[in-house]
């Protein structure tokens, strides 16, 4: 599943190739790609019309349209976002398609592209909205925690977060309400670095090691982005030119169950599964 460096290197993609183009037409496959909206608030409220800006929030990507009106797209499991020429074969599950003009703004902008919305599972979405509807149409935007990259975010914050929390400190990192953007992958690398172990209370921490967490949250997704995201096997993602990301080549941990830690050298990772979800940590170094 795409998590923060995931999405942010999918805006990056949006932001040089699709940002001012006139996008000519709009064509949706799988009614329930769009389902939150339908079918005919996407064509309308994107026909003719350009994006202004790609933003992004945890895992959401908000891009402005040139009408007022908003778009967000969010990859849940299995959504890619692909910008290729229109000869180039469309791959299977492509639910959403936006043909964009040719602009004089860079060589890889001179010829008309698709933006082609894939998505095999169909757990993602693309909505187009009127932002002043946004508290309705995404109530969840409004309840998403801090983004480590994008807010102010310090050892304080993250303290202020956290210090009085009596949960693992796992799940508390996956809990978009506190800390939007990180899912299994970075949660396990996170509490790696950090040297703590996915189950500790929140707050038995002390001020120290949660400072430590702090640096290795802002750390690790920064160096993920860096090395655009963690491209695994079975999740398939990829950024918009179709190319896969390498962090997934720096993991200490995360799908390494079984094999030596690369940090102690003394033993190996352990893989516990909790509630559904796999764990992946190093019995010598977290604690
Ligand atoms: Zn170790």
């Known amino acids: 599943m795409p998590e923060l460096p995931e999405v942010e290197t999918v805006r990056r993609g949006i932001e040089s190739l699709v940002v001012g183009r006139?996008?000519?037409?709009?064509?949706?496959?799988?009614?329930?790609s769009v389902r939150r909206v339908g079918r005919e608030a996407?064509?309308?409220?994107?026909?003719?019309?350009?994006?202004?800006?790609?933003r992004r929030r945890g895992k959401y990507l908000i891009c402005d349209v040139s009408s007022g009106d908003r778009?967000?797209?969010?990859l849940r499991m299995s959504g890619r976002v692909l910008i290729h020429p229109p000869n180039h074969p469309r791959p299977p599950h492509t639910h959403v398609v936006l043909t964009l003009e040719a602009d004089q703004h860079g060589e890889r902008r001179d010829h008309t592209h698709e933006f082609r919305?894939?998505?095999?599972?169909?757990?993602?979405?693309?909505?187009?909205?009127?932002?002043?509807?946004?508290?309705?149409?995404?109530?969840?935007?409004?309840?998403?925690?801090?983004?480590?990259?994008?807010?102010?975010?310090?050892?304080?914050?993250?303290?202020?977060l956290l210090r009085t929390?009596?949960?693992?400190?796992?799940?508390?990192?996956?809990?978009?309400?506190?800390?939007?953007?990180?899912?299994?992958?970075?949660?396990?690398?996170?509490?790696?670095?950090?040297?703590?172990?996915?189950?500790?209370?929140?707050?038995?921490?002390?001020?120290q090691r949660m400072a430590r967490l702090r640096q290795s949250i802002s750390d690790v997704l920064t160096e993920a982005v860096a090395a655009g995201g963690s491209t695994l096997q079975d999740t398939q993602y990829v950024d918009v030119d179709g190319e896969a990301g390498w962090f997934q080549l720096d993991h200490?941990?995360?799908?390494?169950?079984?094999?030596p830690c690369l940090?102690?050298?003394?033993?190996?990772?352990?893989?516990?599964?909790?509630?559904?979800?796999s764990t992946c940590f190093c019995r010598i170094c977290q604690r």
């Open 22 to 32: 006139t996008i000519s037409s709009v064509t949706v496959g799988r009614e329930r």
């Open 42 to 54: 996407v064509i309308h409220g994107l026909t003719g019309m350009s994006l202004t800006s790609a």
């Open 71 to 74: 778009m967000m797209i969010h």
């Open 117 to 160: 919305f894939v998505d095999p599972r169909t757990f993602g979405e693309v909505v187009v909205y009127d932002p002043v509807d946004e508290r309705e149409v995404l109530p969840e935007l409004a309840r998403l925690g801090i983004d480590p990259l994008i807010d102010h975010f310090d050892d304080d914050v993250l303290w202020n």
């Open 165 to 207: 929390r009596r949960h693992a400190i796992k799940p508390l990192l996956l809990d978009q309400h506190v800390v939007a953007g990180i899912g299994n992958i970075y949660a396990d690398e996170i509490l790696h670095r950090s040297g703590i172990k996915w189950d500790r209370l929140a707050s038995s921490l002390s001020r």
């Open 252 to 259: 200490r941990v995360y799908g390494r169950g079984g094999l």
């Open 263 to 277: 940090t102690c050298g003394k033993t190996s990772i352990t893989r516990v599964v909790s509630n559904g979800r």
